[in-house]
């Protein structure tokens, strides 16, 4: 009688060691469910239908018009964007300014949602992005096909040197973007310093790093960024 308690009791205890771990393990799957829909809701994955090639061009034609350009620190860079995804959008473009790690005004430079004319209606466009850095204001104008935007001016501080125009595209002349989010399409920083003094652009503009993080990885306290989206 003894031996068939011992086997009942024995029974109890594993029907409920298994019962539990079925709960845990229930418990467990939705924990990793809940864990992966929200890193999935922060992830953006471009599908071949949203990914488009992003060219660049930052050279003039004319070598003279090019040398008063670099003498008056002008900087003029031609995007062409090329995708089934962009027919029939528009284009929105922002400038965005950061201090000290932090974003402190967005302005828009570019957006004629809503007006026919300048919905994308091919499968290709593109238009200039000019930016002039003078000693204490920098100025930025889009200029497309027969248009232009209005011209925004920002205040520049010099503490930590001269303000450059860079791009993201180091020795490559086309990029793939995710035409369903905003993407950055310029820079305009001061240089990231090192401890021997030396001061360096390029570490910056090429890096990995999201260059909305850039005030705080290289210790720069002033600059912009430019960015596109595309909209219904």
């Not at 957006?111 to 026919?116: A, C, L, M, P």
């Not at 850039?214 to 430019?226: A, D, R, S, W």
């Amino acid at each position: 009688m003894a031996t068939i308690k011992k086997q009942l009791k024995m029974k109890r205890i594993l029907l409920i060691m298994y019962l539990s771990g079925v709960t845990l393990f229930a418990q467990n799957s939705n924990d990793i469910t809940q864990v992966d829909k929200s890193q999935t809701d922060k992830l953006s994955i471009p599908t071949e239908e949203s990914t488009i090639e992003v060219k660049i061009n930052n050279r003039l034609e004319n070598e003279d018009l090019q040398t008063l350009f670099d003498f008056e620190n002008i900087n003029q860079s031609e995007f062409t964007f090329t995708g089934e995804s962009i027919k029939d959008k528009f284009y929105v473009v922002r400038v965005k300014e950061f201090l000290n790690g932090e974003l402190i005004n967005t302005k828009i430079l570019f957006d004629e949602r809503g007006t026919e004319f300048f919905r994308i209606d091919t499968t290709e466009t593109s238009f200039k992005l000019l930016t002039k850095v003078d000693k204490d204001e920098i100025k930025v104008w889009l200029k497309g096909d027969r248009f232009g935007s209005k011209r925004a001016y920002f205040p520049t501080f010099d503490s930590n040197g001269v303000y450059v125009a860079k791009d993201f595209y180091g020795w490559e002349t086309v990029l793939k973007e995710n035409s369903e989010e905003p993407f950055h399409l310029m820079s305009v920083i001061t240089p990231n310093r090192s401890e021997d003094g030396s001061a360096s652009y390029c570490k910056v503009a090429q890096s990995d790093i999201d260059p909305e993080e850039f005030g705080k990885e290289f210790n720069i306290p002033h600059y912009f960024l430019i960015e596109i989206e595309f909209t219904k």
